[in-house]
C-alpha cells in the first residue's frame, strides 16, 4: 500500500510519497523505489564524460538501492564533483536505512552525530512527512501554510498586511519574468517584459491552488485575524502531533500580555533572538522588532506531558523575517524545544 489516498485532491506530486509506504504506526517507512529517486537526481546522473567506474557504480545502484559501496569504489571516480556528489547521497541514504521512516530519519538529524545533511535534503524530508501528516486535507489555504515549514519565503509588509511569496519562486520573476532562459536574457538586456503578479491565495480563489501546489506561485496573507495565519496554527498542530504523538492547540495572539511568561519557542532564528530579549527585559529596537510577523500562544491538550513545574502554562511562539525581508522557519523548534517531561 503506497502512502497516498486517491479519493482526496493531490498535492506535492513532487514529494515522493507515492514512492512510500505507511507502516503500522502510520509512518513513512523507507523504500528501494525513495531511495532510487535520489540516484536519478540530475547531479547523480552520468554524463557523455562520465568515467566507467562512475556508470556501472549508477547502475548497480539502480539495480540495488541499498547495496554497499566500498571506499575503493568512490576512489575509483575519475571526477571529484561525483565523489562528493556521492558521499553527500551514500551517507543521507545511511540515515535513512537506518531510521527506518522519514520521521524517525528527520528527528535523528537533530543529535549531533553522523554525517551532515544538505539543507535541501531536510527540506524534502519536512516536505514529505508533511505531504503524510496532512492527506485529506481539502483547504488549500493550509496546504499553502505548510509551504513555510519547507520553503523560504519573501514578505512584503503592506498597508498593515503581511503578504508572503515564495522566495524561489519571486527570485526567478526578478531575474527572468517568467520566462526562464529568454526572460533572464532580456533582464540582462535591460529590456522589459510582461510584469508577471501572483495570485493572492484566500477563501474566493483557494481552489486555484489544487493545480499549482508544486508551483510554489501563490501569496499568503499571514495578517492577523485572516484565514491564512489561522491555517499555519492548524499546520503547526498537525506537525506536532504527527512528529510527537503530541496534541496542542495554537492560536495567535497579537501581543505577550503575560506576567507569568515562563517558555516560549521561536519558530526561526531571528524570532528566537527577539524573544530572548523581550523575556529578558533587553532593550529591542523598533526595526528589528517591526520584523516580528506573528506571536502565538500553544497550550497542551494534557498537561500531564508537561514538565510539572509549568504545566498548565502557555507556551508563546514567535516568527519573523530577516533584515532581507526572508522568512525561514525551522520547524525542528517546534520538537524539540517544548517543555514536555518525556524531553527532559
Keep these: 500500500m503506497t502512502a497516498e489516498n486517491e479519493s482526496h485532491p493531490e498535492f506535492w506530486k513532487s514529494a515522493g510519497v507515492h514512492l512510500l509506504r505507511r507502516n503500522a504506526d502510520g509512518r513513512l517507512a523507507v523504500t528501494d523505489d525513495f531511495l532510487r529517486a535520489y540516484l536519478l537526481r540530475p547531479e547523480m546522473q552520468p554524463v557523455e564524460e562520465s568515467c566507467a567506474a562512475e556508470i556501472a557504480l549508477h547502475e548497480a545502484l539502480l539495480a540495488e538501492p541499498r547495496r ?47 554525517p551532515t545533511v544538505p ?30 515549514l519547507f520553503r523560504s ?18 527570485e526567478m520573476y526578478a531575474t527572468t519574468g517568467g520566462f526562464g532562459a529568454l526572460g533572464r536574457l532580456l533582464v540582462e538586456a535591460q529590456t522589459p ?21 508544486d508551483r510554489y506561485d501563490t501569496v499568503l496573507d499571514l495578517s492577523f485575524g485572516r484565514p491564512g495565519l489561522d491555517a499555519l496554527c492548524r499546520v503547526l498542530e498537525a506537525w506536532v502531533a504527527h512528529l510527537l504523538a503530541v496534541e496542542v492547540s495554537v492560536q495567535p495572539v497579537q501581543s505577550i500580555r503575560d506576567e507569568r511568561w515562563v517558555w516560549h519557542v521561536g519558530l526561526d532564528p531571528e524570532a528566537n533572538g527577539i524573544l530572548n530579549d523581550l523575556y529578558n527585559g533587553a532593550e529591542v529596537g523598533e526595526d528589528r522588532l517591526g520584523r516580528l510577523l506573528s506571536l502565538f500562544r500553544l497550550e497542551f491538550r494534557d498537561t500531564e ?11 508563546y511562539l514567535g516568527m519573523a523575517m530577516t533584515e532581507g525581508s526572508v522568512l525561514k522557519l525551522k520547524p525542528q523548534n517546534l520538537l524539540f524545544n517544548l517543555p514536555l517531561v518525556a524531553a527532559a
Excluded: H
Design 68 to 114: 554497499r559501496v566500498s571506499p575503493d569504489e568512490l576512489a575509483a571516480l575519475a571526477d571529484a564533483d561525483a565523489r562528493e556528489n556521492y558521499e553527500v547521497v551514500l551517507g543521507f541514504r545511511e540515515r535513512l536505512i537506518g531510521a527506518g521512516t522519514l520521521e524517525d530519519c528527520y528527528i535523528a538529524l537533530f543529535d549531533g552525530t553522523g
Design 305 to 315: 506531558v508537561m514538565l510539572p513545574a509549568i504545566a498548565g502554562r502557555p507556551v
Design 119 to 148: 539543507p535541501l535534503f531536510i527540506d524534502q524530508l519536512v516536505q514529505a512527512i508533511l505531504r503524510s501528516a496532512l492527506d485529506g486535507c481539502t483547504d488549500p489555504l493550509r496546504l499553502r501554510a505548510a509551504e513555510l
Design 193 to 213: 517584459t510582461r510584469r508577471v503578479e501572483l495570485d493572492v491565495l484566500d477563501e474566493s480563489n483557494a481552489d486555484l491552488y489544487w493545480d499549482r501546489s
Design 153 to 170: 519565503q519573501k514578505v512584503t509588509l503592506r498597508d498593515g498586511s503581511v503578504m508572503a511569496a515564495d522566495e524561489e519562486t519571486v
